[in-house]
């Protein structure tokens, strides 16, 4: 008799998420894939012992790539794929939105016409730019610089992304299941299942709100499909409510989106 | 006898690009690819009477999607292909990465095996990136705001684009040409052939210099393959050589890449 198919997912090896450790950060974009198709992967940097020294092998400013024929990576996260490189050596890729769009299209979720992978990828881009925007919030000079030392730009950067940038993004988002309703029903952004728009949006959302609380309140009635029927719908899904209550997920702290009660709403 | 290619070519409104006419900005990263690969296109605003309404009709803040099925954008540049979206019908796609993904896959600029794929995208979108920090130089607390009500910002974001910034991402480049010096001679990032990671870094490149001049000057030998093989291989081949002369070449002014001498190293 073959082993169930979940007993043999737990033992592969194949996907290994190399990223900073101790914070979700851009990583988590990439988690959520992997946990939304329930594909097991090693997250190195947080379960192997000097895991990670491997990933900062592989972004390391002096790398010119390794024996794989992999370049070197600019930043984390970065993926390892066992097998799929070339000529059947170990892939190395990196950039979230680049890991998505191979994950999504070996794991199934990039919609099930082939046009639709455009559409999910732009949705998905939109929602890291939001991230992006969140994190230069507190850090509008300089990501080497300490976000003390850059405050007063900080609040500054701030007041434009909860006055101007949160409404456009937010305002394009709902927008965008509306125009699926029909087959999405409000809880889908592209098609009528999950894609890694779906996820990718949840998590930019779901950090927006830790970092800016009030703003996002405030706000909560004029985005009905983003913030009612998509965020709190899918954070109802067994797969997600799981992982949430799981100790794989990760608390927010000094990554991409922090708590600084003076940048919020006042 | 059947009509030459070229002709044929030259006659074919299948592509048309939606964006901000008079600056190359964002848009021409998708002008390159289309060029490299000698594909007609139409660029609406600059070409069509009126062509720039069509182009904000698509990212409109009340637009909830079009007739074909399509969600909104959220900004150009959009790419509109006719008969390539839902049921036959136009496909319209945002995203300067996710443009160059499906460009690159329907015109060959994206290596020759499957996962060359995934490392084109990668460094394109690095690329993109350094592009983004060009942009946020002039504008990093708001884009909404003019220059000379941000300039203090920017004076200091400046200095840590031109220090930090701008010697991390071109070692990053040039390790990576390294990596691929075997197959790609230092003319190309990847593999072999032109993709459009090598188009996008170009640009990226050529909108670096005309910003910061003395600052890529000053730095000019510390990368070789870069700034030498690369940048200046490229420039003289004959489509990109023809394209510059071309008056379908717009020149850098309000954009992205803007000289602001006083942001430059003094």
């Known amino acids: 008799m073959a082993e169930p198919q979940h007993k043999r997912q737990k033992t592969d090896k194949k996907y290994e998420l190399l990223y900073h450790p101790r914070i979700p950060g851009r990583g988590e974009y990439v988690r959520l894939a992997l946990e939304a ?12 012992e000097g895991g990670y020294a491997k990933v900062q ?3 390391d400013p002096k790398s010119v790539g390794d024996e794989h024929g992999n370049p070197p990576a600019f930043a984390p ?3 390892k794929v066992h097998g799929e490189g070339k000529e059947g050596k170990d892939l190395v890729i990196s950039q979230t939105s680049n890991i998505l769009l191979y ?3 070996k794991l199934g979720l990039i919609g099930s016409q082939e046009h639709e992978l455009y559409i999910v990828n732009e949705i998905a881009l939109t ?10 919030t507190h850090h509008p000079l300089a990501s080497v610089k300490f976000y003390e030392d850059q405050k007063e730009a900080a609040l500054e950067n701030s ?3 909860r006055e101007v940038r949160i409404p456009k993004f937010f305002s394009y988002f709902e927008r965008v299941l509306k125009s699926n309703e029909a087959e999405g029903k409000g809880r889908h952004l592209v098609g009528s299942k999950l894609t890694y728009a779906d ?3 949840w998590q930019v959302l779901d950090g927006v709100k830790f970092a800016f609380p009030k703003e996002v309140d405030a706000r909560q009635d004029d985005y009905p499909l983003l913030l009612g029927t998509f965020y709190g719908g899918l954070k109802q899904e067994k797969w997600l409510a799981e992982y949430l209550e799981s100790d794989r997920r990760l608390k927010y702290s000094m990554g ?3 708590h600084y009660p003076e940048l919020d709403r006042q």
Chains 1, 2 share one sequence.
Do not use: W, Y
């Open 37 to 48: 198709t329930g594909t097991q992967f090693v997250d190195v940097a947080n379960q192997e």
């Open 57 to 59: 092998a592989v972004f």
């Open 77 to 79: 996260p970065i993926l």
């Open 103 to 105: 994950l999504g299209s």
């Open 127 to 136: 929602a890291l730019d939001l991230s992006d925007g969140a994190h230069d």
């Open 159 to 161: 007041k434009n992304f």
């Open 199 to 201: 996820t990718t949006l």
């Open 256 to 258: 991409v989106f922090r």
